[in-house]
Antibody, heavy 122, light 111 residues
Framework: EMQLVESGGGLVQPGRSLRLSCAAS????????MHWVRQSPGKGLEWVSG????????GYADSVKGRFTISRDNAKNSLFLQMNSLRAEDTALYYC???????????????WGQGTTVTVSS | QSALTQPASVSGSPGQSITISCTGTISDVGGYDYVSWYQHPPGKAPKLMIF???NRPSGISNRFSGSKSGNTASLTISGLQAEDEGDYYC???????????FGGGTKLTVL
């Protein structure tokens, strides 16, 4: 069974940093692109970032560009999101999602984790 | 404000059919056949229901179907069941940053 398990969320003060992790299992991790998608309280889904199977292509939402960095370790079947200069508006449930293909563009997200909660507050 | 426009809510009785619309622009829905639909039950992970406008992943009931006309995509659920309740989101690839956009979500209530 394909599975994604996020971790690393928590309460953090504005301006500080947090690193999210996503552990993948049940599929050949390095065959697929990966994404981070978030849902702020009471709002809809927002794509945050994605990267291709070999990290050769990476994209970010304008709202996080320059502050967040996505990365992957194919040897450890893991996806990461380094979040710096956090703001109150980054408060959300962060989901890790698997792409259907090797590129993070064009292919839908066919496996999702349960999410990890990030709360940015003083 | 979401990039794609969906109705906030729809409802139907068991056995009926409902359709959820998703309106974008030529830069996303209208320009590419990369529209997908996700079911998001409360407290659970989102689930891919339709990809590439009208394709169903393995294991998804054929009661779910997708289509597109111009800048508007649609998800139709036939033979409504109580288990279909939840939020539904459309998503599309876009040629503009951020490359993936979602709709604001539609809450489906089965009466």
């Amino acid at each position: 069974e394909m599975q994604l398990v996020e971790s690393g969320g928590g309460l953090v003060q504005p301006g500080r940093s947090l690193r999210l992790s996503c552990a993948a299992s049940g599929f050949t991790f390095d065959d697929y692109a990966m994404h981070w998608v978030r849902q702020s309280p009471g709002k809809g889904l927002e794509w945050v970032s994605g990267l291709s199977w070999n990290s050769g292509n990476i994209g970010y939402a304008d709202s996080v560009k320059g502050r967040f960095t996505i990365s992957r370790d194919n040897a450890k079947n893991s996806l990461f999101l380094q979040m710096n200069s956090l703001r109150a508006e980054d408060t959300a449930l962060y989901y890790c999602a698997k792409g259907q293909g090797t590129s993070y563009t064009h292919y839908a997200m066919d496996v999702w984790g349960q999410g990890t909660t990030v709360t940015v507050s003083s | 404000q979401s990039a794609l426009t969906q109705p906030a809510s729809v409802s139907g009785s068991p056995g009926q059919s409902i359709t959820i619309s998703c309106t974008g622009t030529i830069s996303d829905v209208g320009g590419y056949d990369y529209v997908s639909w996700y079911q998001h039950p409360p407290g659970k992970a989102p689930k891919l229901m339709i990809f590439d406008v009208s394709n169903r992943p393995s294991g998804i009931s054929n009661r779910f179907s997708g289509s597109k006309s111009g800048n508007t995509a649609s998800l139709t659920i036939s033979g409504l069941q109580a288990e279909d309740e939840g939020d539904y989101y459309c998503s599309s690839y876009t040629s503009n940053s951020p490359y993936w956009v979602f709709g604001g979500g539609t809450k489906l209530t089965v009466l």
